[in-house]
């Protein structure tokens, strides 16, 4: 009797035993590792990279065809592009392994949210791939390009994010669920890497763009894209974007130049920087305190000051610090004046700091933020000088 109940209890446990009932075998994928989404006049166009494992893979001879493929399909919503696209394709997209989307300029312009409602809800979406938004060119162009070295595009578009933000800070990498949390705030906004193609976007497609010692066409960051509520308002340059690095304390390492007292240029690594801001409400009326505090190395010098005198330290200290708030100012006078949205969080800073005052201004913090009085004070250490002092040609004049 024992043998038989526990024979009916097996038998009860296999039903509840859901095994591999959802398995697809790697033979029957199109594994995307890039989504590209552009608006074509009333319509969504969708670009998916899709990785030819033959082709990736080191362990066979390498062949004239492409490591990854693209399909592009077009239809009213992104879910019925992307199931359209199997006209195309021969097996169906899977997206569990998506590293990053491109949200074209021109759908960017028009508002991002509907378009991003999908990636957010299907279940088969990682939450943890960046996005990005193509400048001066479409999602579909961005996701055409073949690139050297990295022989999936995708791949370089990644690496090229991350690295640039750790030691140069000109990019910042937003993950999805970075991006609908700030768009979800109605008081702030947000603030992704833009991506351009340069060369003729038309040779991006052959192979022969990757088979030349100059490439003819090549993907390369721009700066930070700023957006209103969820659209797109406006370009970062370069130096603007290490600015809001610096002021959203996300600066791993940069390189900043000094002018020599007399003439010359001399180069410093910046090693560390940390970012402390504070709001606070006098008489009612907010405002925002920055403390940047950075360290940093001699790297490089082309003139002649003797780096062993503690006046010449303090000398590069402060120019270094005078050339980071200089900058800062400049760009938060561009966001705050042209582009009038608060993409740095300071109003999450005033909630912090006093809720009951931030209350009371919130309904009016779109008025407010253009007039916002922001100090910024900028503090910097130098503690290394390499493994010479001086410059090699051009030695200092005793005395």
């Given amino acids: 009797?024992?043998?038989?109940?526990?024979?009916?209890?097996?038998?009860?446990?296999?039903?509840?035993?859901?095994?591999?009932?959802?398995?697809?075998?790697?033979?029957?994928?199109?594994?995307?590792?890039?989504?590209?989404?552009?608006?074509?006049?009333?319509?969504?166009?969708?670009?998916?990279?899709?990785?030819?494992?033959?082709?990736?893979?080191?362990?066979?001879?390498?062949?004239?065809?492409?490591?990854?493929?693209?399909?592009?399909?077009?239809?009213?919503?992104?879910?019925?592009?992307?199931?359209?696209?199997?006209?195309?394709?021969?097996?169906?997209?899977?997206?569990?392994?998506?590293?990053?989307?491109?949200?074209?300029?021109?759908?960017?312009?028009?508002?991002?949210?509907?378009?991003?409602?999908?990636?957010?809800?299907?279940?088969?979406?990682?939450?943890?791939?960046?996005?990005?938004?193509?400048?001066?060119?479409?999602?579909?162009?961005?996701?055409?390009?073949?690139?050297?070295?990295?022989?999936?595009?995708?791949?370089?578009?990644?690496?090229?994010?991350?690295?640039?933000?750790?030691?140069w800070g000109s990019t910042i990498a937003v993950n999805i669920d970075e991006l609908v949390s700030t768009l979800s705030n109605k008081e702030r906004g947000a603030l992704i890497s833009a991506i351009e193609v340069h060369g003729d976007k038309r040779l991006g497609i052959d192979q022969t763009n990757v088979q030349r010692v100059k490439t003819p066409v090549f993907l390369n960051y721009a700066g930070l894209a700023v957006f209103k509520e969820d659209k797109f308002v406006g370009l970062l340059s370069e130096g603007e974007s290490k600015s809001v690095s610096f002021l959203s304390d996300k600066i791993q390492s940069t390189i900043e130049i000094v002018a020599c007292p007399k003439q010359g240029t001399l180069s410093t690594e910046i090693t560390s920087s940390t970012t402390k801001v504070k709001g606070s409400f006098q008489n009612g009326k907010p405002k925002i305190d920055v403390q940047i505090n950075v360290e940093q190395n001699v790297g490089e010098v082309e003139c002649e000051i003797n780096l062993s005198k503690n006046k010449t330290i303090d000398y590069i200290n402060k120019k270094t610090a005078q050339g980071i708030e200089e900058r800062i100012e400049k760009t938060l006078e561009k966001i705050q004046q042209q582009y009038q949205v608060d993409v740095l969080g300071y109003g999450d800073a005033l909630h912090r700091a006093d809720a009951k005052q931030w209350k009371k201004i919130k309904k009016d913090w779109a008025t407010i933020f253009p007039d916002l009085p922001i100090h910024v004070h900028v503090k910097v250490t130098t503690q290394g000088l390499g493994t010479m002092q001086n410059s090699l040609l051009k030695k200092p004049k005793e005395g």
């Fill in 1 to 167: 009797m024992a043998k038989v109940k526990a024979i009916c209890f097996l038998c009860i446990l296999t039903l509840l035993l859901s095994g591999c009932w959802s398995k697809r075998e790697l033979n029957e994928l199109a594994i995307v590792v890039a989504l590209g989404i552009d608006k074509v006049e009333d319509e969504f166009e969708i670009t998916v990279q899709i990785v030819d494992p033959s082709e990736v893979s080191m362990r066979q001879a390498s062949t004239q065809r492409s490591p990854v493929i693209s399909y592009h399909s077009r239809g009213e919503t992104i879910f019925e592009a992307i199931r359209k696209m199997t006209n195309l394709a021969a097996r169906k997209p899977y997206f569990a392994h998506l590293q990053v989307v491109v949200l074209g300029e021109d759908l960017a312009k028009e508002g991002i949210s509907d378009s991003l409602d999908l990636i957010v809800r299907d279940h088969e979406f990682r939450k943890d791939f960046d996005v990005i938004m193509s400048h001066e060119a479409t999602a579909k162009e961005v996701l055409n390009v073949l690139t050297p070295i990295e022989k999936v595009p995708a791949n370089k578009i990644l690496n090229s994010l991350t690295v640039s933000e750790k030691v």
